[in-house]
């Protein structure tokens, strides 16, 4: 019995790479395949009379005006701020809605106390308490950080509190029989039971925040991706809108990335089947 | 010692216990009026029709429950809450995913402020269930035997006075199965750790027990007590033996009445269907 599953866990690592060698080609190649033909049919629109992309400037122009938007500062400061915006609300999310999850969770007088508020407050879409939030605090910087803060954090809400009031009971049981103490029960068992769920609010919660700062900056900013992008609007420029737009999926694809490591590293049971 | 102390009935008795879910008005009765004994160093079986409340009972024991009345005693003492006395090994695994093997089955002590000492007994009782080379895996790396042996380990480490262990095999495929009734075999064998093991398998429960419980379809009362003396050590070629095949047949006969029973009294609400699309056709409608 131990030999053959000795044999087993030696030999998982050759399957699973050969697994995934064969997959990635596939996945390459098709890749490759389907961004460069949308690639050419987006160059050669005009020529070809496709609607609606033949109204786009032809790719190669993109890339050409692209260069200039590269090398400006305004550009790149424009990911500085937005990045920074982010990060303070998003973070802030997280360091608030996690703790009220867990608190709501585990103690009934303040899940009783808090849902209605909660349940009030949810529904209003965050784009809608823009101009509140300019009137409420004193710099814009402050309520576009508000804007993405409120994004982020009633799903990390909703799901911390999901995630710690559905621990399996035999978990806890297990726990309790083997002589947990309660501070036991919260830091060994249900935070690491939690954790899951909470990374799965952050990586819905991030991709909130982006759609927020983007609306936010819109309306509110002077500076950042989303300023920038409306701002090629007013002055005409369909090159530097689309470079802009790229971007911010760009930034959105990376910090989803820099989740999904997060998650691995916090939760790394999860990924081990 | 006190006198009192010393005339303490050793082992677990439950004596009359009986659980009712549900509010005022809603009573369900899942276990009515239970009395059995699990003396010191056997192995009893809890074995009856499925869903007859032998999870409740298991739940009863541990602690995790009380009983709406009677007494559950474990040496003399009535039993007020899950203790490290009475572990669990439930039907689904209950090792906690986010620890490995090995912290797993260091979970007891480190709680109980005894990590140090515990440390080589936790690595000794893995290479006894054959998972050493698995201690720094997390449980779903295992496969179900593995994690069922595993779990094994976590409990055993704490000594526990009475393992309950509620349909721990079920589940798993035929191979496993009999090779994890012969790990617990030699296990018990060895050790003599007191086990109360459910299960709804008649052969499992013959090859494994020392005493067979049997349960009444719900509300679950004890319909019979057996006792099994086929001679241990105990391997699965009893299975053929003539003994085996007479005690066999006497559970059996007893089940089959009790699959009967909770038949006809599942069949009851039919009745009542029949009567009432009687009742609407006398009152005239076309």
């Known amino acids: 019995m131990t030999a053959v599953e000795a044999n087993i866990s030696r030999s998982m690592p050759t399957r699973v790479w050969r697994r995934i060698a064969r997959y990635l080609t596939l996945e390459l190649f098709l890749g490759i395949v389907s961004i460069g033909t949308i690639a050419v049919l987006w160059e050669f629109a005009n020529p070809l009379g496709i609607p609606v992309l033949s109204n786009l400037p032809p790719l190669s122009e993109i890339v050409r005006t692209s260069q200039q938007l590269l090398t400006s500062d305004l550009y790149w400061d424009g990911w500085l701020l937005s990045i920074r915006r982010i990060t303070s609300g998003f973070l802030l999310a997280q360091l608030i809605g996690v703790p009220i999850g867990l608190l709501m969770a585990l103690h009934r007088a303040s899940f009783e106390a808090a849902f209605p508020i909660v349940e009030i407050l949810r529904p209003i879409p965050p784009v809608a308490w823009i101009p509140i939030s300019i009137l409420f605090w004193p710099t814009r910087e402050l309520s576009v950080i508000f804007i993405v803060f409120l994004g982020a954090f009633w799903i990390v809400l909703l799901n911390t509190i999901g995630g710690a009031s559905n621990v399996d009971p035999n978990y806890r049981r297990a726990a309790l029989s083997l002589g947990s103490t309660p501070r036991d029960m919260f830091w060994r068992i249900i935070l690491p039971a939690t954790i899951p769920s909470i990374v799965t609010g952050m990586a819905v919660g991030m991709g909130i925040a982006w759609e927020m700062v983007v609306a936010a900056e819109m309306v509110a900013g002077r500076t950042g991706l989303g300023y920038l992008l409306w701002q090629s609007l007013e002055i005409n420029a369909i090159a530097q809108c689309i470079i802009c737009m790229i971007s911010i999926g760009i930034a959105g694809f990376l910090s989803s990335e820099i989740i999904r490591l997060f998650g691995s590293f916090v939760a790394p049971w999860q990924r081990m089947h | ?286």
């Open chain 2, 1 to 286: 010692m006190s006198p009192i102390e010393l005339t303490k009935e050793r082992g677990v008795v439950l004596s009359n216990v009986a659980k009712t879910f549900g509010d005022e008005f809603d009573l369900i009765p899942v276990i009515h009026d239970c009395s059995f004994k699990i003396e010191d160093g056997q192995f009893t079986i809890l074995i009856g029709p499925s869903g007859c409340g032998k999870t409740t009972l298991i739940n009863l024991i541990a602690g995790y429950e009380r009983p709406t009345s009677g007494r559950i005693s474990c040496d003399g003492e009535e039993v007020r809450g899950p203790t490290r006395d009475r572990l669990v090994l439930f039907q689904e695994t209950s090792l906690f995913p986010w620890m490995s093997v090995l912290q797993n089955v260091m979970y007891g002590p480190v709680v109980q402020g005894r990590k140090k000492s515990a440390q080589s007994e936790a690595v000794e009782l893995l290479s006894k269930v054959g998972l050493q080379d698995f201690r720094d895996k997390y449980p779903n790396q295992l496969s179900g035997g593995m994690q069922r042996r595993a779990e094994l380990a976590r409990t055993l480490i704490n000594k526990p006075r009475i393992l309950l262990m509620d349909e721990p095999f079920r589940g798993l495929d035929a191979m496993t199965r009999q090779l994890m009734q012969e790990y617990l075999l030699k296990l018990f064998e060895g050790s003599r750790q007191t086990i109360l093991f459910v299960t709804t398998e008649i052969d499992e429960a013959i090859l494994l027990g020392d005493s067979l419980v049997l349960l009444s379809s719900a509300p679950t009362s004890v319909r019979e007590c057996i006792r099994v003396d086929l001679p241990r050590p105990r391997s699965a070629s009893m299975l053929t033996t003539q003994r085996y095949a007479q005690l066999k047949s006497k559970v059996l006969a007893i089940l089959y009445q009790e699959a009967l029973q909770s038949f006809a009294s599942g069949s009851r609400a039919a009745a009542d269907m029949i009567e009432a699309f009687e009742l609407r056709h006398q009152a005239g409608e076309p």
